[in-house]
Structure formats: C-alpha cells, structure tokens
T-cell receptor, first 114, second 114 residues
Framework: GAGVSQSPSNKVTEKGKDVELRCDPISGHTALYWYRQRLGQGLEFLIY????????KSGLPSDRFSAERTGESVSTLTIQRTQQEDSAVYLCASSRGDYNSPLHFGNGTRLTVT | AQKITQTQPGMFVQEKEAVTLDCTYDTSDPSYGLFWYKQPSSGEMIFLIY??????QNATEGRYSLNFQKARKSANLVISASQLGDSAMYFC???????????FGSGTRLQVQP
C-alpha cells in the first residue's frame, strides 16, 4: 500500500476487556515498530520486529501486552485486561530496517479505556 | 544506552523568521542516525530530515536544515522562513546499530505567530 495503515482508528473499551490493534506496513518494509503516545507526551517505544521475529521487546510495559507479526507483513498488538492507564494513541511504523532508514508512521489507533 | 534531550518545551517565532530547535544526544555507538519528525495537531508523524553520523555535511531539505555538531553531540533543527503551517510538535530521534528502534526526545512545541 501507499502508506502504513492502522485499524481501528478509534477504539473505546471497558476496563478489563481485551483489545487487538492492527497494523499494515508499507509493502517491502522488513522492520515494523509499535509506539505508544499518551496525551501531551512523547513517543514511548513498545516493540520492534525485523521480519517476523521481535529482537527488542524491551518496551512492553507488562505481560498484558503482546504483539505478533506474520508473513513479514501485518502485525497485531494485543492488550489483555485493559486498564485506564492504557488509554493512549498507539502508533505503528515501518522501515527498510537499516539504522539510516526513516520510520514511516501510520495515523495511529486512539484507545480509550473507560 | 541511548538518550535524546530536547530542552525547549515550547518556542515562539514570528512568521518569516528562522528558528532553531535544540537536540542533544548520547550514544556509544559510532554508527547512528538522527531524525527529526513533525507532529501537527492532527497527530500524524511526518519525517522531516535525516543526518548520519558519518555524513560530512549538514543535511538540508527545503526550508529545513540540521546543524550537526558531532563533538558536542548536538543535532539542532533550523527552520528558515517560518510559516503558520509550521506550528506543531517537533521530535528529535536517534537510532544506532545496537538498537534498531528510534528513541525519541520529549519534543518541542513550536508556535508560529503572524
């Protein structure tokens, strides 16, 4: 596709429910990233995929968060038993995977936990 | 460990004037890249400019230039001839070969005044 696509664009869920966020990267991009941005804050790294493997999961805040990537393409970020502090915009990005390759971001999923 | 510091939470500039947004970084890796992103109120992350650690010349992209001072570990963004549409959050970010994920600074909110 032309750019990184994320769905849904908005998600409202009740505390304790599970949510699944989807990211479709730019075709041919081997690296895929998930970031979290709380209101008025900077970007917080969650996880990074090179191909289908995740060499860096250091940013996942708790074991309620997990992510997978299949076919070196689509990725899903799952949050189990959501808490109010999970409310944020979840941004996905993809790149060619080199340290000099810019990340191209999707428009994000705005998650609100009530 | 990587670190990015943006010390200016907010900046004001008059339309048509130039403005410099500060960024300092820390990494022990000799190979790294520095990136600047713009985030308007709409929330999208827009890649502006890239500087590689081995680049001899400062990067330029249209009205954007990067004042790269390697010995001081600074990578300031210069925006010339500011426009009202430049009003946004600006993030500096670092990627090195050890961690193939962008580490972001806390951002600077730029407001361009007519």
């Amino acid at each position: 596709g032309a750019g990184v696509s994320q769905s849904p664009s908005n998600k409202v869920t009740e505390k304790g429910k599970d949510v699944e966020l989807r990211c479709d990267p730019i075709s041919g991009h081997t690296a895929l990233y998930w970031y979290r941005q709380r209101l008025g804050q900077g970007l917080e790294f969650l996880i990074y995929f090179q191909g289908n493997s995740a060499p860096d999961k250091s940013g996942l805040p708790s074991d309620r968060f997990s992510a997978e990537r299949t076919g070196e393409s689509v990725s899903t970020l799952t949050i189990q038993r959501t808490q109010q502090e999970d409310s944020a915009v979840y941004l996905c990005a993809s790149s060619r995977g080199d340290y000099n390759s810019p990340l191209h971001f999707g428009n994000g999923t705005r998650l609100t936990v009530t | 460990a990587q670190k990015i510091t943006q010390t200016q939470p907010g900046m004001f500039v008059q339309e048509k004037e130039a403005v410099t947004l500060d960024c300092t970084y820390d990494t022990s890796d000799p190979s790294y890249g520095l990136f600047w992103y713009k985030q308007p109120s709409s929330g999208e992350m827009i890649f502006l400019i890239y500087q590689g650690s081995y680049d001899q010349q400062n990067a330029t992209e249209g009205r954007y230039s990067l004042n790269f001072q390697k010995a001081r570990k600074s990578a300031n963004l210069v925006i010339s001839a500011s426009q009202l549409g430049d009003s946004a959050m600006y993030f500096c970010a670092l990627m090195d070969t050890g961690r193939r994920a962008l580490t972001f600074g806390s951002g600077t909110r730029l407001q361009v005044q007519p």
